[in-house]
């Protein structure tokens, strides 16, 4: 377990670059606010958008998830306990205000990186309207 990439992992990367290639910028592994031994892949702080690329083994994938057959009870424990911490952090996140965004690491990078900008140009947007609301006479 200890060899196993916990970031900068390929699907991330290749969701990353195209980020960077349509213009955005981002940071990467940023702690949780609130819950520091967690992190989150890609921020948006201005935005406050927070993207978890989740790998199929270790977050419980419902189309490639595998359950090793050695220590088989330690492993559904283990995996268990990942995908509830999922749900922990993603629920402080959104109670906090912040837009979480889920994807697998077998989605096509292309897509996630068109639905992350769809995302931003909604926040943009919305940002916008209000602050005409605040010039308004």
Known sequence: MSRQNSRDTAPEV???RLLHASGLRYRVNVPVP???RRTIDIVFGKYKIAIF???CFWHGCPEHATHPKANSEWWRKKLDRNMSRDVETTGHLA???WTVLRFWEHEDPLK???RVQEVIA???AAL???REKRTDP
């Open 95 to 97: 109670e906090a205000g």
């Open 53 to 55: 690329m989740d790998g």
């Open 128 to 130: 916008a309207g209000r």
């Open 112 to 114: 996630v990186a068109l």
């Open 122 to 124: 909604n926040k943009q």
């Open 14 to 16: 290749a969701v990353r």
């Open 34 to 36: 609130g819950m520091p």
